[in-house]
């Protein structure tokens, strides 16, 4: 089975950067981002095709966070700019090893996860 290990969290002031970053064990199709606040559900941030070609954004982070990833490398990253304190949550890297064909953004599409990188940021 794939497995995905992230890193890159951490504690940041609101204006500020991070890149959240995670290696897959083998193949994947699509891959993405998702967050989750303690009392909400997991929603999605970014996913990425296998090709890269198709790119969603959850509207909240539109123009800010970039998500990119490397297939010779099995990783994808999300670049995190302007930072707010709205973004605070745990971040957790998806990746779907099923279907070659589409790509979702809700979480029951993906069954790779990974164990979740925490992102705070300080107003």
């Known amino acids: 089975q794939v497995q995905l290990v992230e890193s890159g969290g951490g504690l940041v002031q609101a204006g500020g950067s991070l890149t959240l970053s995670c290696a897959a064990s083998?193949?994947?199709?699509?891959m993405g981002w998702f967050r989750q606040v303690p009392g909400r559900e997991r929603a999605y941030v970014a996913v990425?095709?296998?090709?890269?070609?198709?790119?969603y954004y959850a509207d909240s982070v539109k123009g800010r966070f970039t998500i990119s990833r490397d297939n010779a490398k099995n990783t994808v990253s999300l670049q995190m700019n302007s930072l707010k304190p709205e973004d605070t949550a745990v971040y957790y890297c998806?990746?779907?090893?099923?279907?070659?064909?589409?790509?979702?953004?809700?979480?029951?599409?993906?069954?790779?996860w990974g164990q979740g990188t925490q992102v705070t940021v300080s107003s």
């Open positions: 998806a990746a779907d090893t099923t279907t070659a064909q589409a790509m979702g953004t809700v979480p029951a599409w993906y069954d790779r």
């Open positions: 990425i095709s296998w090709s890269g070609d198709t790119i």
């Open positions: 083998g193949r994947t199709f699509a």
